[in-house]
Structures are given as structure tokens and as C-alpha cells.
């Protein structure tokens, strides 16, 4: 499919960005204008008061054009790759953002320097909507060095990402697979879909012809994954912080206890209720020993429909109407002003995402097929978009932006919701049964697979921090352990098992899994106290989607009624599954045809 | 074989080092003990020129006592890396070389910042050992940070070495090729092999085979290549360096304009005699079009003679004897106090080298097979072996390391002595052809083809200075550019040629590769003036193998009578190597028998 037959409804519109080419170009003069103003205004900025709120100003103009000229050029981008004024755009955006980075880094350290005129400077009430974003910059202050020391490091950026490149560049070949006589082409997308096949030798020559090539490069993966772990031990020791832990939570100001509450809650407190999962598997799919690789086999038999764009709107609105008219008003805008790209085509960027800020719409961009993960993927980057939404109409541009560790909230809210729906209209058990089994595998992934992972990269973490040398031995044997006590006694280790963890790219991103895993615990409390009509818990939940970055995402969640640093939110999630998991087993365990067989 | 089936007389006897393993860890301690003693010295032995000189003997018992350590243990496991016993040395000794290097770290700073003071306490009779050591100390002045950078530029390393690792782990596998129906495994031995193959289709199959696999992991080799690039011009820029280039050549005191004399006159000046050879190549074998991957086709049929190493020594006795008595002695004794270790056995390190230090024999390893080549090897690394024991007994322990940037040319001389020799004694115009043949072989690979490469490399270098982004179509272009240009109007360039420079680990290096040229054009004119009975030249020859490290290179050599800043020892070599040309064109042009038909 070619980019020009596709109805132009089904596109998104980003005229309201820049009408025009040369609009790009004025508003990036403007930025440079802007910038050279700065500059200017370094050795006076700190003089007064005002001068200290007009060079805010400026660099807050400045950023909100840097936003706004690198979403209209990137969105270009990513569905017309091959159109050379949009590359040009592009380079000419990153290229200005480096400039400002590395001509603006003074700040910083200026700023912490003078920190006490700083915090005298914000009682001003002019500077009211700065106060956060600056409190946020003087918290910094054991952790930045002298001008010097930060010029240094900041400089080290060019020779720290290598083992970031290397892994995205090395793309492997996969011997095929066999299936009833035929070869069929092993990658990522059919090696999830082998992995369900009926047939064992099917799973296991799929899941051995793909590990085997990690294996083969296992020297490769040990040195880009140690690599990326002694970065961030680098990192994390020149800019004195206890550990990279310490330093990677800093930023979001969460304490470590939080992510070893996390780790223990899945890991140890919970992990029998995984346990029970897989031997229910194992028990409904009838296999005498189960590999870890044969947990994909689907536990239900059932087709769901094809979905067209509007049928996923109708549904969809009838899911978030459980937020009121303004929730709903946004989800019918994204429709009628074009904020989506539906339809997949030739040279478009796979995957699926939503990207915005202050000054465009929240555009989502997808690859629509229509089947439920499409309709799924639809709903969860609305709950993105409609975060950015209210965030942008409901705070400064300097307080618009969340973070990260909040950012998961919103869609993973919608995503549940929609299953609780469908579970609400099946029609038959086994429509149910499928439902519930989305649900559970859902929850697996993120409150019980991605603490896992956090465990794992800790370790590695806490050996680059030792410079303890890392050998493809000690990695691969780590993971093997790992995933036998994760699966459980019922589960038995393929050999490859070790090498898996080098397909994993979560773990070249410094302790970000257990974002999921937060992600995911905070949005079933959310769900569960929304469906039980709990007024209270929806006008903080949209107080939260108004709040954007206005705060530490602890206390964001803290005024959205879930307390990530309590267990009751953990406990309530856990036993969330565990509702679930007894449902699901009492349909499995009744309906021999939801089985394979 | 197994290496307990291997005569004890062709094995080294490592005895003279350590008798007893429990010597080991008695030097070990003492080391322990110096260095314990050294960072107690820190605020004092910048206090008198006595405290100066005590520092600075017991720095050097440390370091002689870490390099005696680490002989032994590098020795024995280059032999037996399964014997635990010697693993566990060869770590325990790395460690501790560690140690010692991070928590010295003082030492230079404070040598820099009492500079004048330093100055002072050289002119002391006492420390006339030292001065030549120290005063390449100060001369740093300009590149040394103060201590705090210095710490932070130290940590780097540990994130600045992922590009060479990823490059020594990345072995890739080579589809098979066909040679008279026959599938036959390529790897870099066979390639070699297979390129002088009759069949044309033979030599394509193996160069393609070979290096579409380069070109598969482009990306990866992309990101390593350009990676190593921007570690070497981030340690120029932190370390105040014009370049990459003037902070590889400082450490020689070397001038750019030596590195530029020898780019010009072997890729500009005398290139068109490559292009001539190369030209002479495609007449004898009358080929219509010669790929660049035919230029390995032995011109020469001629199988020469296997040899014991009782003939390669009476040999290489015959060839050096042309020193003089005191190293014909040397050579001796490398044979009778068993020195070599000589023969391939399971486990055992490919390869050759020599290594030794002060307080040890110049040992020398090698996978002996009897052949021309081993012959050459030996003769080679005992070129090396004999550099050091005259170097360890004419200088203190201070002096006697000589640097990389001289290293090669005991060996060459010694090489191309050799291949005089051999022509000398040649019984047969075909002999003859075929020594003429590998002497001019040789001759091109490290007087042309280096300085291509040299080129190449400087050019990635200076991309990476100016911080240009590097993609693997950028580098492939450029080399298959610098291909053409080197191997001229008469070879054809393979498709594939652009990816060969992602197999060659010499980049890796940092302006490593015109080492080689200079060694060689400095040992052809050393050669040919012995050869012609010059006793100054001899004499100076000698005076060079025993001043060991106690100057700057280029006043090594100059005191060798040999000026690499001139332009008339590269004129001598290069018309050296047009006079071979000349009796070799003569002989193949002669003589039908001498091509492949």
C-alpha cells in the first residue's frame, strides 16, 4: 500500500502545526533569535529578579518552538521517510538542539552556584509557574561538578553509546522452521506465532533456531550489555551518586525502597499466584513436562471480529464516557481534526505511538489492521493523547510535560477498561474465557515478567558498580537462574533459556521495566475502584491527567488516591489477578473446549 | 598434538624466572610492600632530591617486579591457558597492576606541578638514569589536567574499550567454497588460500563469500570503526591535542610532517611503481581484467625446502653473523638456554612473538612448521629477542623498554637479511624469481599498502574530530575510493572491495599502521648498506640495538644513521624496491616457466 491511495480521513492533518514549508523556517529563525538572546544574557540573569523571570521567558519560548519544530518534522518523517525536505527539516532541528544543549550549559551550574538568590528569587509570584521545574534543578545540587567537570562529562556522551548502537545495528539471521513439510521464515513477529503452534517440535526447533544465533554472538551481547551497564556505573559514579540505582530513581525523586517494594511484592510475596498460573497451563494443555517456551500456546480457542476505524471509535467512546463529557469530547476531536494515522504503507514507521506538545495536537501515529490489538493499541494511545490534552489546556507550557514514570498511567487505564468491557459484553464463555486470558497474560508481562528483568539488571547493575569483569558465562547463567525460579517448579528450562536475555532491549534503558511493572499495578487500582462507581477515584484520576508535570510523580500518584510507596496498592493488584485467575479457572477447568484439543 | 608429546629441548625454559611457584607470590609481596611504601612517600619525595631518587628506585624494583610477574604468568598461560594455577597468577597479576596504576595516579599531576623543582634534582649526578624518563614526564605538561580531571578522564576507560571488544568478539561464519565440486570451509587461512586459486571463479567465490558477510554486519563494524574513532578524538580533545593525530604521534615525540612525508611519497611520489608491479602481475598472468582479489596469484611456481631447526639455525647463524661475534652469540645461547618455545600443540597461542623484560630471557613463541615461513619468523623474533637483551645489558632498567615506534626494525632487518641471503644462495633463476617475488610481496605490504591505510584511518579520524556522523555507506565509499586509487588503472575493484576495511583490526590501533612503513624503509636502508660492507653502518646498527629506550625514537634512529624526518632514506627505499622490480621483471619476462601455466 502506497501513502497516496489511502483516503485522506484516514491521515493525519498537520497543517494546524505549519501551514506552510516556510513557516517552519520563520518559526526556526525565531528560535535562533531566541537563543543568541540568551546567550547574551548569561553573566545577567542571575542580576535581578527580573531579568531572572524575562531570561525564563525566552528559554521557555525557546523550548516550546524547539517542540513544536521538532514534532511537525519528525511526524513527517515517519510517514514519508523518503521525502528529502522533511530529512532536511529534521537535521536542521536536531542539529539547532545540540547547539542550544552544549551553548546553554552553563545554566545549570550557574544556577546551583547561586542557589540561595535562586530560591529567594521564586517567592516572587511572577515566577510562580517556574517554581517546580527550578525546585527540580537546585535538587541537583550534590550532583553537578564544576563547569569544568560538566564540560568533561558532558563530552563523554560521543563514546557512550556504542554499546546502544551496536546492539540496534546487529540484526540477525534466523534459520528457517519446519512446519508440516514446509520451510517458513523465522524472525521476531513469526517466532511468537510458532511459539503457539500445536505441534512441540514446531515450539522447540522455532525457539532453538532463534536463541542459537544469541548464542553464537553471545561475546558480541556480553560486551554491548556490560557495556551499557558500566556506562551508567560511569555515569552514576563521576556524578556521586551511591549507585546507578540511586541514580537512575534521582530523577524522578523516588526512593530505592520503592523499587525493591516492587521487586519483593512480584518476586517473592506474589510469585506463587504465577506459579499457580503456569501449572494451570501445564494442567489445561495437558503436557506432561512444559518448557518455558511452550507458555504461549494459546489456553483459548476463539476468533474475535474485525474491527473498522469507526466501530473502534463507537466502542471506545462508549468505554471512556466513564469519564465525563470533556474525557469524551477529546476522543470525538481526535476523530473529526485528523489526529491519527491509521492505515499502515510502504516506508511508514512500524509500531505505534502518540507525540505532541504544547503547541500542536497529541497525533498518534499506528499501524491499523483491525483485529482486537489494533483496537487495543487505539484506545491506549488515546489515553496517552488525551494525558497530553489535558495536561497542555490545564497547566503552563513549563509544567505540561510529564514524565516517564506517569506516563504509563493513562493508557494502561484505557487498555483495562476496554478488556473489563468486553468481558462485560461476551456473549458466549468462551468469548469470556478469551478475555480473561488477554488479561492475565497482559498482567503477567508487566506486574510479574518485567520485576524479573528489574532483578536481573540490578545484578548487572551492581557488578558494573563492583567492576566486577562480565563474561557471557556469568550473564547467561545469571538469566538461566533467574527464569527457573521465575517459571517455577513446574516449568522446565530450555537450554537457550540464558541467552534470551541478550534479544531484550529494555535492558539497554536503565532501570526502566519496573515503570511497567508500576505502570500497570497503579491502573488496575484505578480500574477496579472506577468500575465500582467510586466517584472520588474519577475526579482524581482526571485531576492526575490534568496535573502533567506540575509535580514529583510520587505525589502526582499520591493525588490520583494510589500511593506507590504502600503496599496496599501492590497487595490490591496482586489480588486483582488473582480474582481474575480463579474466574478464568473456573471457566478453563469446566469447558474442555476451550482447550487445544 | 598435546604439548607433553613435545622433546622438552623445543619447549622455553621459564626456570630462570620462577623455580618454585611459591617465588611467585614471594615477589608478589614484595611488589605489595613497594607500592604500600610508595603511597606513603606521596607528600614527601617531592621534598629533597633524596626523598626524589629513593621514590623513584623503589618505582622502578615495583615496576621491574610487575613485569617479571606478569612474563611468567603471560608465559605459561600463553602455552597452558587450562592450568588454573597460572590463570590464577596471570589475574592476580593484573589486578594488582591495576591497583597500582589507579592509586599512583598522583604521581604525574605532581611531577607537573613541581616542575622546576623536578628540573633542579635531575641535574643531580644520581639521577642522570632517570633523566631522560622524566624528562618525557614534563614534556607533557601542556596535556596533563589537574587531578580531578585527570580521575575523571581515568574512569573513562571503562567505557571507552566497547568498540575494540565488540570487534575481537564479532567472528563471523563464511559460507563454504566450491573447489572442484568440493565444498571447502573459508575462513581467513583458507581465504588466503583460495585467492591463489587458478580458477578465476574460485578467487570470486572465496572474496565474496568472505566479505558479504562484512557487509551484512556493516552497521555493526559502522559503529565500532566510527566508535573507536571518537574515543580517540575525545582523549585529543580532553588532553588538549590538535588532533588524533598529534596525540598518537606526541607520545613518540614524533612531528605530523614524518606521517605526511610518508603518506606523500608512497601515495603520491612513488605509487606509480605499485601501478607498474601491478601491471607486470596482470602481463605474466595474462589476464584481460584483474579484480583487485588476483593480485595474490603466485607469479612464482617454486616449493621450497622444509627445514629442522638445527638448519634454521645454521642458517640464521650464516646471516648473522654479519654483527659480529656478540650477537651471533646471542643466538647462540636463545637456542641452548631454550628460550623458544617452538612447536603448534593443542591450546597453545597462534601466532609469534617475542617477550621479556630486565630481570628475564627474551623469550620467543611459535607454531613452527618447518616451512619458508617458519624460517623467517624465527629469524624475525629473534631479531626482536636479541633488540632486548642488548637493550637489558648496555641499559639501567629504566632505559632499556624501546618503544613500538622502533620496535619493527631488528626484526626487518633481520628479515630482509634473511631473503638476501637466500637469493644469494639461490640455485636455480626460478629460486631466485621466487625470493625476489617474496621480497617484493613484502615490500608492498608494508611500504605501499600501509601508508593507504594510513591515509584512510587519518581520514576517519578527522571526520571524527569534526564530529561529522559516520555511516557505513560513507566509509565503504570512501575506501572502495582509496582502493581504486591504490591499486591503479590496470585492477579492476570488486563489488565488495568498500567492506574489506571492516576486517582489518589494525584501525583499531590509533595511527598505528605507518609504523610499519617506517620500519621497513629504515631496516631496507640499513640492509643494503650492510649488505654492501659499510662497517659505520654496523657499528651504528648496534650502538641502536643496545641504547634500548634511552632516547626519542627518531634520535634512536638518527643515531642509527638513519633520519626518517629526510627525504633520502624513504628515496633509497622505494628506489630499492624499483631495482627488484627491475631483476625480477627481468627474470619473469625471461622466463615462461616462472608463470602459473
Not at 468 to 479: A, E, N, R, V
Not at 522 to 527: F, G, R, Y
Request: charged residues 25%.
Amino acid at each position: 500500500m502506497e501513502r497516496q491511495n489511502i483516503d485522506i480521513q484516514y491521515t493525519w492533518d498537520l497543517s494546524p502545526i505549519y501551514a506552510h514549508h516556510q513557516d517552519f523556517y520563520k518559526d526556526l529563525d525565531k528560535a535562533k533569535e531566541l537563543l543568541t538572546s540568551l546567550l547574551q544574557q548569561k553573566d545577567l540573569f542571575l542580576k535581578d529578579v527580573n531579568q531572572f523571570l524575562k531570561f525564563h521567558q525566552e528559554e521557555t519560548m525557546l523550548s516550546r518552538y524547539i517542540q513544536k519544530l521538532h514534532c511537525f518534522a519528525h511526524l513527517h518523517c515517519d510517514v514519508e521517510p523518503n521525502n528529502q525536505e522533511y530529512q532536511t527539516m529534521y537535521a536542521a532541528i536536531l542539529s539547532f538542539y545540540d547547539q542550544v544543549s552544549s551553548s546553554l550549559d552553563f545554566y545549570t551550574v550557574m544556577m546551583i552556584e547561586n542557589s540561595e538568590k535562586v530560591t529567594q528569587y521564586l517567592q516572587d509570584e511572577q515566577l510562580s509557574d517556574y517554581r517546580y521545574t527550578i525546585q527540580e534543578i537546585l535538587r541537583q545540587k550534590k550532583h553537578v561538578l564544576s563547569q569544568e567537570l560538566e564540560t568533561l562529562v558532558s563530552k563523554t556522551s560521543t563514546i557512550a553509546d556504542i554499546s546502544s548502537q551496536v546492539f540496534d545495528a546487529l540484526r540477525l539471521d534466523y534459520d528457517p522452521v519446519h512446519i508440516d513439510g514446509q520451510e517458513k521464515t523465522l524472525n521476531s513477529a513469526t517466532l511468537t506465532e510458532f511459539l503457539k503452534n500445536k505441534n512441540p517440535e514446531v515450539r522447540k526447533e522455532a525457539y532453538h533456531n532463534f536463541f542459537k544465533e544469541y548464542k553464537k554472538f553471545e561475546n558480541v551481547y556480553a560486551a554491548t550489555l556490560s557495556g551499557v551497564m558500566k556506562k551508567d556505573a560511569f555515569y552514576a559514579d563521576v556524578k556521586k551518586f551511591d549507585g546507578p540505582l540511586e541514580a537512575s530513581l534521582f530523577d524522578d525523586n523516588v526512593p530505592t525502597s520503592l523499587f525493591f517494594k516492587i521487586l519483593d511484592k512480584a518476586n517473592n510475596q506474589y510469585r506463587p499466584l504465577f506459579h499457580r498460573y503456569n501449572a494451570l497451563k501445564k494442567k489445561v494443555l495437558k503436557l506432561e513436562t512444559m518448557y518455558n517456551y511452550d507458555l504461549n500456546i494459546p489456553l483459548v480457542q476463539y476468533k474475535t471480529k474485525k474491527y473498522t476505524i469507526d466501530e473502534c471509535f463507537d466502542i471506545i467512546l462508549d468505554v471512556v464516557k466513564i469519564f465525563g463529557e470533556d474525557y469524551v469530547n477529546i476522543i470525538k476531536k481526535a476523530k473529526e481534526e485528523r489526529w491519527i494515522d491509521y492505515y499502515p504503507h510502504s516506508g511508514k514507521r512500524i509500531g505505534a505511538y502518540s507525540s505532541g506538545c504544547y503547541d500542536t495536537n497529541p497525533y498518534i501515529l499506528m499501524n491499523f489492521i483491525g483485529d482486537y490489538n489494533s483496537l487495543s493499541t487505539m484506545i491506549h494511545e488515546l489515553g496517552h493523547s488525551a494525558h497530553t490534552y489535558l495536561s497542555c489546556h490545564n497547566q503552563s507550557p513549563v509544567n505540561c510535560d510529564y514524565r516517564i514514570f506517569v506516563a504509563e498511567v493513562a493508557s494502561t487505564v484505557n487498555e483495562t477498561l476496554l478488556i473489563n468491557y468486553m468481558l462485560e459484553h461476551a456473549s458466549s464463555p468462551q468469548e469470556k474465557a478469551y478475555f480473561l486470558y488477554e488479561l492475565l497474560e497482559n498482567c503477567v508481562g508487566l506486574i510479574f515478567r518485567q520485576p524479573m528483568y528489574a532483578d536481573f539488571e540490578h545484578i548487572l547493575h551492581t557488578w558494573a558498580k563492583e567492576g566486577k569483569p562480565m563474561s557471557s558465562q556469568m550473564i547467561t547463567d545469571l538469566y538461566d537462574k533467574k527464569n527457573a525460579e521465575y517459571y517455577g517448579p513446574e516449568i522446565t528450562m530450555d537450554e537457550y533459556v540464558g541467552y534470551s536475555c541478550y534479544y531484550i532491549p529494555h535492558f539497554y534503558y536503565n532501570y526502566y521495566v519496573y515503570k511497567y511493572t508500576l505502570g500497570m499495578t497503579v491502573a488496575l487500582a484505578i480500574v477496579s475502584r472506577l468500575l465500582n462507581g467510586d466517584e472520588k477515584q474519577k475526579e482524581a484520576y482526571l485531576r492526575f491527567l490534568k496535573s502533567g508535570g506540575s509535580k514529583d510523580p510520587v505525589d502526582l500518584l499520591k493525588d490520583a488516591l494510589v500511593n506507590p510507596l504502600e503496599d496496599q496498592l501492590y497487595d490490591d493488584a496482586f489480588h486483582y489477578f488473582e480474582t481474575i485467575l480463579n474466574e478464568f479457572e473456573n471457566i478453563v477447568l469446566d469447558d474442555s473446549s476451550s482447550t487445544l484439543s
